[in-house]
Nanobody, 128 residues
Framework: QVQLVESGGGLVQAGGSLRLSCVAS????????MGWFRQAPGKEREFVAV???????TYYAASVQGRFTISRDNASTVYLQMNSLKPEDTAVYYC??????????????????????WGQGTQVFVSS
């Protein structure tokens, strides 16, 4: 199992920026992919971005493409740089990890059910 701890959420005005961090610990040696999902009040959890551990390929939801950037360091930390934030980006952001190799890109999204480890979430609020 992998343990995930997110940080970096907060309140920002529209057009501003935030950077989220997610530190992974535990069975990270078999990491296959890590990513970010978000859930707004009354809505389902949705895919935001994923980075594959080997090769570093990145994938984004259409709604954040060009504004958000996912990256990782050489250890076990994943970042989500969020620029040009909009009020509709307001949500709880969750870090997710797959260390079983079960996730795949469908062409437009990753399925949250394929990730086996989750963080506790960090709140992002974008004011208009």
């Amino acid at each position: 199992q992998v343990q995930l701890v997110e940080s970096g959420g907060g309140l920002v005005q529209a057009g501003g920026s935030l950077r989220l961090s997610c530190v992974a610990s535990g069975r990270t040696f078999s990491m296959y992919a890590m990513g970010w999902f978000r859930q707004a009040p009354g809505k389902e959890r949705e895919f935001v971005a994923v980075i594959k551990w080997s090769g570093g390929s990145t994938y984004y939801a259409a709604s954040v493409q060009g504004r958000f950037t996912i990256s990782r360091d050489n250890a076990s930390t994943v970042y989500l740089q969020m620029n040009s934030l909009k009020p509709e980006d307001t949500a709880v952001y969750y870090c997710a990890a797959d260390n079983r190799g079960r996730t795949y890109y469908s062409g437009s999204y990753y399925n949250s059910k394929d990730f086996n480890s989750w963080g506790q979430g960090t709140q992002v609020f974008v004011s208009s």
